[in-house]
């Protein structure tokens, strides 16, 4: 069963703190430069939504800032890359995925959603689906996640997950096996990049539901 999330909207057509995603997204979905986030308790949203966005965006929630010495050290994203994420409703829960210019956040590709998956089996897929969709271009741009678990899975070309197969998810498996045989089957010269979010922000191709 999901977690319930508090979505706090500082910029929207009705600014305030919602109790469902649906509800934030009705807020800004069509509306230019909105400002939102979720929080994970009322109390946290309730103080966050008195407080200034660009204390928030891009940042987890009790972790400290970056010192200037450290985001020196990690400089600026490469835009000439693309950049990979997922969202799931539920874990497990309705999953889907995508790929955007890191830049424009064109969307370049998007699958799903999916009945039943998980945010880590959509970030295993939505790499290797950015593997593929280079290789085919033959593109040198390089590829950011900001899933450090999914890099993992791509790096020993297995999928690690622990959901079981169903009925429900028999087509998302069928994916993984073919993601895992391209894995094994392909030669490949993209850089996966961490996507460094607490100097950055959210990654482009993020759903805006964290």
């Known amino acids: 069963m999901a977690k319930k999330k508090f979505y706090v909207v500082w910029k929207g057509k009705r600014p305030g703190i919602y109790e469902s995603w ?28 008195n407080g200034n966005y660009l204390e928030y965006k ?31 409703s539920g874990n497990p829960g309705k999953m889907e995925y995508q ?9 370049l590709f998007k699958q799903g959603p999916f009945t039943e998956g998980t945010s880590n089996i959509g970030e295993f ?40 197969q169903n009925k429900k998810n028999k087509k998302l498996f069928e994916l993984i096996e073919r993601a895992e045989h391209w894995l094994k089957s392909n030669r ?8 460094e979010t607490r100097a950055w922000g959210e990654i482009p191709a993020d759903f805006g539901r964290k």
């Open 99 to 107: 790929g955007v210019d890191t830049r424009t956040k064109k969307v």
């Open 22 to 49: 649906e509800d934030c997204k009705a807020q800004i979905e069509g509306f230019k430069g909105a400002q939102y986030k979720s929080f994970s308790t009322f109390q946290e949203a309730k103080k966050a939504f």
């Open 188 to 195: 490949y010269n993209t850089p996966i990049v961490k996507w």
């Open 58 to 88: 891009g940042k987890k929630v009790g972790k400290p800032r970056l010192t200037p010495e450290e985001l020196l050290k990690i400089g600026e994203p490469n835009y000439h890359s693309i950049a990979v994420d997922a969202a799931s």
């Open 125 to 164: 897929l939505a790499l290797v689906h950015g593997l593929a969709f280079l290789k085919q271009k033959k593109s040198d741009r390089l590829l950011y996640s900001d899933s450090r678990i999914a890099i993992g899975w791509v790096q020993k070309k297995k999928c690690g997950t622990k959901l079981q």
